[in-house]
């Protein structure tokens, strides 16, 4: 457990990791291998302690995903274990993890080389109508909620690869959500949702929102991307768009093929530059929740993408904003 965080380029703060559903499942095999362990390097997955200090991540929003089954079986428990497995890798790890809640913790964290985690999560599945749970989720830490994974709740509806985009938008429960996250100060993240959930999100909510790990539409058509509409409209509440680094959301032909050139990342994050300026764009890796190029192929490939960006000729100010500031500024304006 040694390192300093890699200062070639600005810290990043990545908008959206899965590590916590990696590091605590034991991966399938026989014998079955013990779950990967946070603070020691592995050969497997994209992010741990040392890798994410090699290649210069400060931190990121942790997801709280939940499969299909955990959510319709037991949502709030389900959560409240993974938050609580997020807690104790920060018990074990001598401060070098933290659970931040502000963003002073978070600017603090990196400063001191320490891994800075948000909670977030990623479906609001394990939040009743009657939105109770929510108050006590924000007091455990919860900073950044995403109505909906690629299914429905009671509050949205999330694009599911593959079955047709249903029509409707936010419930009226789905409304009420969205007030209670801005009275709160809970950012709200639009990636997973559908076009109208979408469009009633912009239109319901007072502060930024953000799209925490979607990438570009006009590159690459997925139904998971955002088009250059959607894109305007996030810029327009002073939001902020991460680039997800999943294969199928980059290329064109949407393929799960490793083989994807780096300049192909940089592409979508120069596209949310021309169309909105360099305050609204962010990375948001999918980190351990999908398959990336292999010529980044983890953490500490990232440097890779900021030494491309660089070589396009944005700023040290414009690098600084997509790495962590674009983030950081939606947080302090709706975490208050
Ligand atoms: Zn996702």
Redesign the pocket.
């Known amino acids: 457990m040694t390192g300093t965080l890699n200062r070639e380029f600005p810290p990043i703060f990545d908008g959206?990791e899965?590590f916590i559903t990696q590091v605590r499942m034991r991966t399938p095999g026989f014998p079955p291998k013990p779950p990967r362990d946070f603070l020691v390097e592995s050969e497997e997955g994209h992010v741990d302690l040392p890798r994410a200090l090699r290649g210069g991540l400060g931190g990121c929003f942790t997801?709280i995903?939940l499969t299909d089954e955990r959510a319709e079986m037991n949502a709030v428990g389900y959560a409240m274990r993974e938050m609580d497995d997020v807690f104790t890798i920060a018990d074990r790890s001598d401060g070098r993890f933290r659970v931040c809640r502000t963003v002073a913790e978070v600017r603090d964290a990196f400063a001191a080389s320490a891994f800075a985690s948000v909670f977030m999560f990623?479906g609001a599945d394990p939040i009743s109508w009657s939105l109770k749970e929510l108050r006590v989720f924000y007091e455990a830490g919860l900073r950044c909620l995403?109505p909906t994974?690629?299914r429905s709740t009671i509050f949205a509806h999330g694009v599911s690869f593959g079955d047709a985009l249903p029509a409707t938008g936010l419930t009226p429960p789905g409304r009420r959500l969205v007030a209670e996250c801005n009275r709160l100060g809970i950012i709200l993240d639009v990636?997973?949702l559908n076009p109208a959930g979408f469009w009633d999100l912009v239109a319901e909510s007072h502060d930024p929102i953000i799209a925490?790990?979607s990438s570009v539409k006009a590159i690459s058509p997925h139904v998971?991307n955002l088009d250059d509409e959607q894109i305007r409209a996030i810029a327009k509440t002073g939001g902020a768009i991460g680039i997800?680094f999943a294969n199928m959301f980059l290329r064109p032909d949407m393929k799960r093929d490793s083989d994807t050139p780096v300049d192909l990342v940089v592409q979508h994050f120069a596209h949310v530059l021309n169309l909105v300026g360099d305050e609204h764009v962010a990375f948001g890796t999918?980190f351990d929740?999908?398959d990336v190029p292999g010529a980044i192929k983890d953490a500490a490939g990232l440097p890779l993408v900021c030494s491309a960006l660089k070589a396009r000729g944005y700023s040290e100010t414009s690098l600084e904003r997509i790495c962590n500031g674009n983030f950081l500024r939606v947080a302090e304006e709706v975490w208050k």
């Open positions: 959206h899965d997801s995903y990623e995403a994974w690629s990636s997973h925490s790990h998971r997800n999918d929740g999908t």
